[in-house]
């Protein structure tokens, strides 16, 4: 395309996207531009660039349906998308023409303003919705027909909140407004039956027949997100379902004064939907999950088979249409759906229905913690999903019969794989064994994870299906996490070696000899500087705490959990205020230590971390002995938009997983990608990380995973603790009133037992090396020729960890589906 036509495309783009604004204006929002407020400008651009992409996503599909293309359908718990509209005008090419449009009497806002009242839609808590999100991006931008399935949470995880330092849980009111970026399907909407019980009959040619009858009804309705590729490529959709009933209100109930019983069937229905993640450490929470799950799966099942229908009314032929990618085991019930909807709904036999299932499934693991792979109890399964849990006895049994031609009668490797585990009321139905045995392939997320899921999770599995087992390290997508978070960095890269690192982030690796040119590390110092001011600015409105932004920033973000060891970060915390108050040892440098994550709300014991944490930092940031060379802030409510905040500002990233647990991460590669120097375990995919950056760019500390499988059988961290002086003093105080002096006296004395009497992350293993390394970093940066160099290494080494890249690795190791121009 010549610069003239380009210009003149974006000329008529220009004007279409100013009177498609001032439409809004005036008949959607129904006011005169001088009157709106800053909410409303969002809304009236953001459905003026909507247009743009719903015209790209009608172009999109027809494309697919030309060339009669096979899908992906990625079935995820969660999304963590993001805010949407300065992320699409990158993607549609209108980021800038947006700058120049001026509508008269508008507000005198900046975008800046506009962009920062958004909302991020509450549709995930972690990596796992995270990935999610950039894996959609990357199908989009590569053209590639794939699309989302989820649950359109009404409130999603919670809003954190902090008083006195412990977390509060608030309803995360994302949708009280209607999101500009959703649209609803009511001609989509799905019939989901629950409870009631099987009948079976016999047909005149003798197969037997099951009916489930006498259930209740859910409906699903379906709301879409358009998905925008980059440069509008593609726009493909994430279609989120909303759980409803046709029972608005019992009128008859309702006049005999029963107003509060005559909407109960209506508020219990639409509960599916509210909340994500709703605890289960109570029976009525358990439930309510395990129907979340299955609302979910049976609405996507059944739009997939919708859709396959249109196309074809072969079932045999449907694996060369269909592939459902299972993002962990929450999603794991859509085997059997699928099984139940083949057989009960459209009369095939179970060979022929399993033959086709287990060509069209294909499952992701994301946890080597064996806690974590879901359970489900008979007892509330049966009663809830009664001929999903025959279908799943059914499964087993045929499973059962092919483990013992291989395993003869080992009881022990039998009982392992076994899809059903205990008897009685303590029977349990294992989702991971589920999603392995009905799905065709099986990958990990980082080639230690995949290893550690051959060797030591599910041996006996890879001994069944050796070829079922491959690796596919995570990636990022570099629209949302440079071109997007950090523009000035972006926009320096691109005027050295162009734009194609957009869409193929290796392209990074021709920024290597620039970390020699010394005006380009001045440029590349000067933005990390200005994106630390824009942080401490964002840090001092939530916070009221003042940060100096000529400190090093050492950044600790992610959800809290123990193998995450949040607790090691602040026990370095503390010995570092040890040494100014009682060593009068100043630390070389300002150091500001900033934590970001939540816990579950039923995590007791992550939330004592979380206090712990806030204590300390209320401790030392008003100690006047520490003279400012030491701050510590915990950010509430973490969530994208302060991931993008959080991840062009950091100096060191914090990335200190228990060898062994972590699965891959993404934050690792997010932060690497913005210039940030991982002090980091041998764990998950900081290992590949390592490789590509090169080691002397990456601060290595801890014990390994082998080191510590060997050593846990003997492992003594009282011991430990009696031979260090250094770890001694920090630990002991957990057993003192120094921290919690306006709380109850030896309130974090659980963390002090817990660390001697078990330790179980070996967070004491790990300490004294931590601190080792923290300083060899610090001693570092006072040397900008060598940390920017080094800064900059990793930002044109880390290519590789680009979401696209893996799609691509998906595409054709397990979807064998190829791109659409």
């Excluded at 060593?583 to 206090?611: E, M, Q, W």
Aim: glycine share 6%.
């Amino acid at each position: 395309m010549t610069k003239q036509s380009k210009s003149k495309i974006n000329e008529l783009d220009k004007a279409r996207l100013k009177l498609s604004i001032e439409h809004y204006i005036k008949y959607f929002i129904g006011k005169r531009p001088v009157e709106l407020t800053k909410e409303e400008t969002l809304q009236a651009i953001s459905l003026a660039v909507r247009e743009f992409a719903l015209d790209n996503m009608y172009r999109t599909i027809s494309r697919y349906n030309e060339v009669g293309s096979k899908r992906v359908y990625y079935l995820s718990i969660e999304y963590l998308l993001g805010k949407s509209l300065e992320n699409n005008l990158h993607n549609l090419d209108l980021f800038k023409l947006i700058q120049e449009i001026k509508i008269k009497g508008m507000p005198n806002l900046s975008m800046t303003d506009i962009y920062d009242a958004e909302y991020d839609p509450a549709l995930g808590n972690g990596g796992l919705g995270r990935l999610a999100a950039c894996y959609l991006d990357s199908m989009a931008s590569l053209g590639i027909a794939g699309f989302g399935y989820g649950i359109n949470y009404q409130f999603g995880l919670f809003k954190q909140k902090f008083e006195n330092g412990w977390q509060i849980e608030q309803t995360d009111t994302w949708l009280c407004e209607e999101s500009p970026w959703q649209f609803p399907r009511h001609d989509r909407r799905v019939t989901i039956p629950i409870n009631g019980r099987v009948e079976s009959y016999q047909s005149a040619g003798g197969r037997t027949y099951f009916a489930w009858v006498d259930t209740n009804t859910i409906y699903g309705v379906p709301y879409d997100f358009p998905i925008v590729g980059y440069n509008g490529k593609a726009v493909n959709y994430l279609r989120l379902f909303s759980a409803k009933t046709d029972d608005q209100l019992n009128i008859k109930i309702f006049n005999e004064g029963g107003y509060m019983e005559a909407v109960k069937d209506k508020i219990q229905t639409e509960t599916v939907s509210k909340v994500l993640y709703p605890a289960d450490n109570i029976e009525p929470g358990k439930h309510l999950r395990l129907l979340q799950q299955y609302f979910f799966v049976s609405c996507a099942v059944q739009d997939i088979i919708r859709r396959f229908l249109e196309k074809s009314d072969n079932f045999k032929k449907m694996p060369e249409y269909v592939c459902i990618q299972l993002n962990d085991t929450h999603p794991a019930l859509a085997i059997v759906e699928m099984m139940r909807l083949l057989m009960d709904q459209y009369g095939l036999e179970w060979d022929d229905a399993w033959a086709i299932t287990t060509k069209i499934f294909a499952y992701t693991n994301h946890t080597l913690l064996p806690e974590a792979l879901e359970k489900w109890p008979t007892r509330i399964l049966g009663k809830m999903l009664p001929r999903h849990l025959q279908i799943i006895y059914e499964i087993n049994r045929r499973f059962m019969q092919f483990a013992r031609e291989k395993f003869g009668n080992n009881s022990a490797k039998l009982e392992k794989v076994s899809i059903v585990s205990g008897e009685g009321d303590n029977q349990v139905i294992r989702m991971a064994n589920l999603s392995i045995v009905g799905s065709f392939s099986v990958n990990g997320v980082a080639k230690l994870h995949t290893e550690l899921i051959k060797t030591t999770l599910v041996p006996e599995f890879y001994e069944l299906y050796e070829k079922k087992f491959i690796n596919i390290t995570n990636g990022i997508t570099p629209r949302r996490w440079l071109l997007h978070a950090n523009t000035q960095l972006s926009d320096l890269i691109s005027s050295k070696i162009g734009k194609s690192w957009i869409t193929n982030l290796e392209d990074l690796k021709k920024l290597e000899p620039f970390a020699k040119d010394k005006k380009f590390v001045q440029k590349f110092e000067e933005i990390k500087k200005s994106n630390k001011e824009r942080l401490a600015f964002e840090i001092f409105k939530t916070t009221g705490e003042v940060v100096d932004a000529n400190s090093i920033y050492i950044i600790h973000a992610k959800r809290i959990h123990e193998y995450k060891r949040q607790l090691l970060s602040i026990l370095q915390v503390i010995g570092d205020y040890f040494s100014i108050i009682y060593d009068n040892i100043r630390p070389n440098v300002k150091k500001t230590y900033i934590f970001a994550g939540k816990a579950a709300p039923s995590y007791s014991y992550a939330k004592l971390i979380i206090k712990l944490i806030n204590n300390v930092a209320d401790v030392v940031n008003h100690d006047p002995r520490v003279e400012g060379m030491l701050k510590v802030v915990f950010m509430p409510d973490y969530k994208v938009s302060l991931a993008e905040k959080l991840m062009p500002a950091a100096d060191i990233s914090l990335q200190v997983s228990t060898a062994g647990f972590e699965a891959s991460g993404t934050g690792n590669m997010k932060f690497a990608l913005n210039g940030a120097l991982t002090v980091g375990t041998y764990d998950g995919a900081n290992i590949e990380i390592r490789e590509k950056v090169g080691a002397e760019n990456f601060y290595l500390f801890g014990l390994k995973d082998d080191q510590i499988r060997a050593m846990r059988p003997t492992y003594n961290s009282r011991e430990l603790y009696e031979k260090s002086e250094y770890i001694k003093r920090i630990v002991s105080s957990l057993n003192s009133n120094i921290f919690c002096q306006r709380d109850h006296a030896f309130l974090f004395k659980p963390i002090y037992d817990n660390l001697l009497n078990n330790d179980f992350f070996f967070v004491l293993a790990d300490l004294e090396d931590f601190n080792k390394t923290i300083h060899k970093a610090q001693d570092d940066y006072l040397k900008p020729e060598v940390w920017f160099k080094k800064a900059i290494l990793n930002v044109a080494r880390i290519g590789y960890f680009s979401s696209d890249r893996a799609i691509m690795e998906y595409a054709k190791k397990i979807w064998h589906i190829k791109p659409v121009e």
